[in-house]
């Protein structure tokens, strides 16, 4: 009994590091794609980045940036869009005059007026006459597969831009290489005398997310609209970028640094849904209904938001945003410094908490059981997103908890995963171990009987075959296929032996008397079923057993196997479906081998006979179905009996 005890000790404990080793790989492949970061997991970062960014705190815009909107009211009262040049030279004049820090218009001018049919073109004259008054900063598009016109073809300003970087000849480029640009009339952004790019493209899911402040074209370097209007707003010069690594760089604007990616992208840090900047009707301007501080020491940027006119796109807040606002979004972040940055060590933070904190989870689960390393691993998912919230809110630092997660989830998961099936293993171990016990136990208690009275054991081993048969023939009547399976039928065979185990307590001079037995003998004989079951119950109870079912259908057969249909069986006299179905099959069995098998009281009766007889008990002292059954494969029952 100790070498089984210590066996299973060792099994258990071998699952027990089975299931702490297994939970250790999943945290360190947790840990090493939190490094690696492979593109399959993109969408899942880009989803687990909105959702920190909608629970984080927003930031109310600032009072420094203000929409020009070219909206439907407008197209009603000024006329369809695009306008003529002159109209639109008047709005910027009238933004201008208001004490405009800026006007940044994202919109382009690629064509003469279309409303202009004079030769001179007065109407771009006069527009660029206009732009000329200064403040004012055109869009333009960059192209990067080979459209568009060449640099030389356009009127763009680069950037006066210092790049400092380690020497390293193999080294990308900071920024994205355009091939060609689409921009307004050379007159026109000649006058003006700025110009910004309007290039922002949204992640592969189709979010925006991140907007370029700089691109490069023909070896020159080109500021976005936000950045530009910016430059002309403050006058800013010593503009220089910085690059830490292939992921990280920034951008100095004066006392300002911007946090940017490795392609100078900034992570705009949206103040809400669409329309949270204060937008000014396009018609108010043109007709002097504009409050006269809306404008002063502002950057107003122009563009049209009218059905039909405008850009829109996805943002991690709006489904619906104007593009016009993005690009305000952008100046707004560059004038709060509020940005959103993601640490050039963050994939190795990431890593580290997935570490750490995976591991914590396997050393619980070691120390305090699955159950409690599950509450610990939920409490560790709220702190890592908690603090993934609470650093974008605090600092607009951004590290993702995507992978710490994995890590916690992916330790656990594996965890549970292994415990189940070690634990479904050794069950299964157990349950093969405790089958071979009973059936040594049902072994040996037959081989008491077969000891005992060998014609008693052949009687039993016979009952076996036939309560096979007739048991597979039952089942196939509707009223018993549900409880006569495979399984328990060839439980109930493998039982059906044990039937005369009360025998044992019966005197040989009454098993083996030649002649009747009296009414006391008989008494006594009757006493062998209640004795059968006692052995049962005392084998059960010896090996702790208690309430198995294959034993206690063990103690049906025994105990029920000469009751009568009609009530007048015995020990208990049951009637009808009181009597287990194992008992009324077991009883027909029983009186057809003895009945064709010779006793020392009388000569076997051939197998006629033993079916008349049978048939003849059908309601009195047969189940009616059982016997049913039996007439069907009598045949068969009596190739057994040859």
């Known amino acids: 009994m100790t070498a089984e005890v210590t066996s299973s000790e060792r099994a258990v404990a071998r699952g027990r590091r089975l299931v702490l080793v297994s939970g250790a790989i999943a945290v360190i492949v947790a840990a090493i794609l939190t490094v690696y970061r492979p593109a399959m997991f993109a969408n899942g970062e880009y989803a687990v980045y909105d959702s920190v960014l909608a629970r984080a705190a927003t930031n109310p815009p600032g009072a420094e940036v203000v929409i020009v909107?070219?909206?439907?009211?407008?197209?009603?009262?000024?006329?369809?869009?695009?306008?003529?040049?002159?109209v639109v030279g008047r709005m910027i004049a009238r933004v201008r005059e208001s004490g405009a820090a800026a006007i940044a218009l994202d919109v382009m001018f690629a064509e003469p007026d279309r409303h202009d049919e004079s030769a001179e073109a007065r109407g771009d004259i006069a527009f660029a006459r206009d732009l000329r008054e200064g403040r004012?900063?055109?869009?333009?598009?960059?192209?990067?597969?080979?459209?568009?016109?060449?640099?030389?073809?356009?009127?763009?300003?680069?950037?006066g831009l210092?790049?400092?970087?380690?020497?390293?000849?193999?080294?990308?480029?900071p920024f994205f290489r355009a091939s060609g640009a689409i921009c307004s009339l050379p007159a026109l952004a000649q006058a003006a005398g700025a110009s910004g790019f309007l290039n922002a493209t949204p992640d592969r899911d189709g979010i925006m997310r991140r907007v370029p402040l700089l691109l490069e074209l023909d070896g020159h370097?080109?500021?976005?609209?936000?950045l530009a209007a910016l430059i002309s707003a403050k006058r800013t010069a010593g503009i220089a970028l910085r690059v830490a690594n292939?992921?990280?760089?920034?951008l100095s604007l004066g006392d300002t640094v911007a946090p940017l990616d490795g392609k100078s992208n900034l992570l705009v840090r949206y103040r809400g849904t669409k329309r949270t900047f204060p937008y000014v009707s396009a018609a108010d301007v043109l007709e002097g209904r504009v409050p006269a501080d809306t404008f002063r020491e502002k950057v107003a940027f122009v563009g049209a938001t009218a059905l039909g006119t405008r850009e829109v796109v996805a943002t991690p807040m709006d489904k619906q945003f104007a593009g016009v606002e993005v690009q305000a979004t952008v100046a707004d972040n560059l004038l709060q410094r509020d940005f959103i940055r993601r640490p050039a060590s963050a994939p190795l933070l990431e890593a580290g908490m997935a570490f750490v904190l995976g591991l914590m989870i396997v050393v619980f689960a070691g120390s305090i059981g699955l159950a409690w390393a599950s509450v610990a691993c939920a409490i560790c998912l709220a702190i890592v997103w908690g603090g993934a919230v609470w650093l974008v809110s605090r600092h607009g630092i951004v590290l993702s908890p995507l992978f710490p997660s994995a890590g916690l989830a992916g330790a656990l998961g594996a965890m549970i995963a292994v415990s189940v099936v070690t634990e479904r293993r050794h069950a299964a171990s157990e349950r093969h171990e405790k089958t071979i016990s009973q059936q040594l136990m049902i072994q040996a208690l037959l081989s008491l009987t077969e000891a005992r009275d060998e014609a008693t054991g052949r009687h039993s081993r016979r009952t076996q075959r036939y309560a096979r048969l007739l048991a597979e023939q039952l089942a196939v009547d509707p009223r018993f296929h549900d409880y006569l399976t495979p399984q328990r039928i060839e439980l109930l065979a493998r039982l059906a032996p044990l039937h005369d185990i009360g025998k044992v307590g019966v005197p040989d001079r009454l098993l083996n008397k030649s002649g009747n037995l009296t009414s006391d003998e008989y008494e006594e004989m009757k006493r062998h079923p209640a004795r059968g079951r006692e052995v049962i119950d005392r084998a059960e109870r010896d090996v702790g057993a208690a309430d198995d079912a294959?034993?206690?259908?063990?103690?049906?057969?025994?105990?029920?196997?000469?009751e009568r249909w009609d009530g007048t069986g015995y020990p208990q006299g049951l009637r009808g479906a009181q009597i287990p179905?194992?008992?009324?099959l077991m009883a027909l069995v029983d009186v057809y081998d003895a009945l064709v098998s010779k006793r020392v009281y009388r000569a076997a009766l051939s197998p006629e006979e033993a079916t008349k007889i049978i048939a003849e008990g059908s309601g009195t002292q047969f189940d009616p179905a059982v016997v049913d059954a039996f007439l069907h494969v009598e045949n068969a029952f009596r190739r057994i009996g040859d």
């Open 581 to 584: 179905l194992a008992g009324r």
């Open 246 to 250: 292939v992921n990280t760089t920034s």
């Open 69 to 86: 909107d070219v909206d439907e009211r407008s197209l009603s009262r000024i006329g369809q869009w695009p306008w003529r040049r002159d």
């Open 162 to 173: 210092t790049i400092a970087q380690r020497s390293d000849e193999t080294a990308e480029a």
């Open 136 to 159: 004012v900063v055109l869009g333009y598009a960059m192209t990067f597969d080979g459209s568009g016109r060449a640099s030389s073809d356009c009127v763009l300003h680069p950037v």
């Open 550 to 562: 294959i034993l206690a259908m063990a103690k049906e057969i025994v105990y029920t196997h000469h």
């Open 221 to 226: 370097v080109y500021p976005g609209l936000a």
